[in-house]
């Protein structure tokens, strides 16, 4: 079993330039440079929907998804919060009675 590979962004945007700019098939480009072509297409489906943030790398994110990610992180301490202050409301009901 082969280990998984992986690409720098700077190699991945070249390969799109050779299908997009040279005009070689998607099916050569892969072959000379050992891809398998679902791979090269996904990477051209990427860089066309968004090609300034196409291929972030590792541990980078796309603006949206920072962003996403902040928002969630507060729902859920907003959520706790919530909770808590249900718990203590009810608490206190109970003991003024």
Known sequence: ????????????????????ERGVTVAQAARDLDLGQTVLRKWLR?????PKSAFPGQGQQKPEQVELTQLRR???????????????????AKEST
């Open 74 to 92: 507060e729902v859920a301490r907003l959520k706790m919060e919530r909770d808590i202050l249900k718990k203590a409301a009810a608490y206190f």
């Open 1 to 20: 079993m082969r280990a998984r590979r992986k690409f720098t962004r700077e190699f991945k945007l070249e390969a799109v330039r050779l299908v997009r």
């Open 46 to 50: 990427a860089f066309e929907a968004d």
